[in-house]
């Protein structure tokens, strides 16, 4: 199985157009005002419009009103949304748009039990637990308690880099990887060798996952 590669926090042409080079298969676009990748709905648009085929626009929110989210996808041509924060499923449900929830991972979290609360999901993204925050922590969790989650196919995101992205695909087994601060030479800003080098680690990943048999 190949292990899909999500680049998040786009917010330049440039670095969406290297990430589809270099074999990227999603790009994240942040409409959440306190974020630091936070991007302009013309801009979002404006980017999105010069993607080639089969590059994944996805769509991430923390919180958002209705009438946020549908003012977002009524200018933004988004294949997916993400939603990062506290959204129930009937919330993310009501917008016939394919999506992923995001879930922080407490120490104390019963991690299939949140899961089922879900079950509308096309995936399930896992994410380092801070109180303070929805995300971008540069922060990792414990990688093998993403093989607990049987349910729903699974993005492994925080605090990933080229250098341990290899090493977090062979212990979580996910469906998906999900970067941004990994890659970056400044908040917002994208690092082509950077992105290069993490989409080698993950294939590298799916090489430890998956050995070649030989003799």
Partial sequence: MTTRVKICGITRLQDALDAAELGADALGFVFYEPSPRNIEIAQAAAIIAQLPPFVCSVGLFVNPSREWVNTVMAAVPLDLLQF??????????QFSR??????RMADSLELDKEIRKYPH???????????QRYGGTGHTFEW??????LSKPIIVAGGLTPQNVTTAITAAHPWAVDVSGGVEQAKGIKQRSLIEAFIQGAKRGEKGRFPEHTG
């Fill in 144 to 149: 093998q308690r993403a093989q607990q989650a």
């Fill in 98 to 103: 394919p999506w992923i929830k995001a879930i």
């Fill in 121 to 131: 999901a096309r995936g399930i993204l896992l994410d380092a637990y801070d109180p």
């Fill in 84 to 93: 990062h924060g506290d959204e129930t499923d009937q919330f993310c449900q």
